[in-house]
């Protein structure tokens, strides 16, 4: 399999030193409810775990919660929550939405809060090999010491000052050095330390969670692209200093980032995030995940409620594909799916490479119509369909019937009607049809399939 390697800048063929293949991902800094943007991360990376396991390969993964941060502390004084709750209250919003997505849990989710020890330690080890120094009860790393700084995000000495743009500090020996330790500030919440109290900062937590939960390497590193500078960077720079190992991730790989229809990133400052919650309201898991993977992990996805619709469309009639009737069961002609799994490694080979994947599947979709009407044994192609979605995480199971779901209850009755039809029980078929009428839903069949609109 190759993998878009962002240290080397090129698709490299994944080698597996180690069993299982330890992955690490950066997770979500708990202040707020999950939105699209921090599913298409954590599913991408799942997908990755998955596939390789597909492939015969035990995959390791840890993916952390920062749960104290400058913007929790924030948060919590503007809503007079104790920050405490708020971060806690988010790991479980964060894995529920995850839940909701059918997202396979990570082997550990470590949260920081949790982990001062071997943070402490690794802030210890810098300080001791000169690689960090304490001033005013902070400890800061010495970037200048550092002779292959910005190998990962490709920055230079003349970028520097945009780290001291990001964290103005009077007591660093220079502006470009960045904090592995804060001290406590006023009210803030604080562990002891050989410097005095204080809290890690944000890039530090990862070197040390890695390290602990997966050694002084990893296999896979990933995150989303806004994160290789300097997140990134400084964890490689901090990791290679204390434990000597280079590379500590064999492989950087980074998703795209998620934007809104006109171009626009979704974030929190702009006020046009839309959380999993609700986007599960109106959308299957099915249809969010398929949506995520119609564009390659590495480009930009694009939100609009146009491209989700089309998504569920499509998941609409996969599920259809699964559970038409063989009508040819036990012919003697039966349907040889094996040039389809073929298609969809080699396309999954090539740096996760989830569109050409999808259309592999639709071109089985298609052929398992094809095949059912001409009274051929589809059980092979249906079987091999179950196996490439399941890849891709998708259940293909009916959308569950519950108080938001009232698009779920128009599918579930679509897919009753598609079945009756297969079997040419037209009476049925009409009848649902008539129903949906009555509660407002048109339809119009056409060769794509099924679509549905309110009037
Ligand atoms: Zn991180």
Not at 177 to 193: T, V
Not at 214 to 224: E, S, T
Request: aromatic share 8%; proline share 4%; glycine share 8%.
């Amino acid at each position: 399999m190759k993998l878009y390697n962002t240290l080397t800048r090129k698709k490299e063929e994944f080698k597996r030193i180690s069993d299982p293949v330890r992955m690490y991902v950066c997770g979500v800094t708990t202040y707020d409810e999950p939105h699209l943007g921090h599913a298409l991360a954590t599913v991408i990376f799942e997908l990755l775990q998955s596939y390789l396991e597909y492939r015969g390969i035990n995959v390791r993964r840890v993916q952390n919660f920062t749960d104290v941060d400058d913007k929790i502390i924030d948060r919590a004084a503007e809503t007079g929550v104790g920050w405490y709750d708020l971060t806690q209250e988010h790991v479980g919003t964060f894995l529920e939405a995850m839940d909701g997505l059918n997202v396979r849990r990570a082997d550990v989710h470590p949260r920081v809060t949790e982990e001062m020890e071997p943070i402490i330690e690794l802030i210890g080890k810098l300080v001791e090999s000169g690689a960090a120094y304490e001033a005013g009860g902070s400890v800061y790393y010495r970037v200048r010491r550092d002779e292959d700084y910005g190998k990962l995000s490709g920055r230079t000495i003349d970028h520097m000052d945009e780290l001291a743009r990001l964290e103005p500090d009077l007591l660093k020996e220079n502006p470009e050095d960045f904090a592995l330790w804060k001290a406590q500030k006023p009210g803030e919440p604080y562990w002891d330390s050989p410097w005095g109290p204080g809290r890690p900062g944000w890039h530090i937590e990862c070197s040390a969670m890695a390290r602990r939960y997966l050694g002084d390497q990893v296999d896979i590193h990933g995150g989303g692209l806004d994160l290789v500078f300097p997140h990134h960077e400084n964890e490689v720079a901090q990791s290679e200093s204390a434990t000597s190992v280079v590379p500590f991730a064999r492989y950087w790989v980074h998703n795209g980032l998620l934007r809104m229809a006109g171009d626009e990133k979704m974030s929190k400052s702009l006020g046009n995030v839309v959380t999993v919650r609700d986007a599960l309201k109106s959308y299957s898991a099915d249809a969010i995940r398929l949506w995520i993977f119609q564009s390659h992990y590495r480009s930009p996805a694009t939100y609009d409620d146009e491209n989700l619709a089309a998504a569920e469309r499509a998941v609409r009639r996969l599920r259809q594909a699964a559970n038409v009737t063989n009508v040819g069961a036990g012919a003697g002609d039966r349907y040889d799916a094996n040039h389809v799994r073929q298609r969809f490694v080699e396309a999954m080979d090539d740096d996760l490479n989830t569109p050409r994947a999808l259309a592999a599947i639709f071109d089985l979709t298609r052929e398992i119509f094809t095949a059912q009407s001409n009274g051929v044994d589809i059980a092979d192609g249906q079987g091999m369909l179950r196996e490439l979605t399941g890849v891709l995480g998708l259940t293909l199971e009916e959308p569950q019937l519950g108080g938001d779901a009232d698009v779920a209850e128009v599918e579930a009755m679509l897919a009753k009607r598609e079945s009756a039809r297969q079997e040419r029980d037209f009476a049925t078929a009409d009848e649902i049809r008539d129903q949906l009428i009555s509660m407002g839903i048109e339809i119009s069949d056409t060769p794509q399939g099924t679509t549905w609109r309110r009037v």
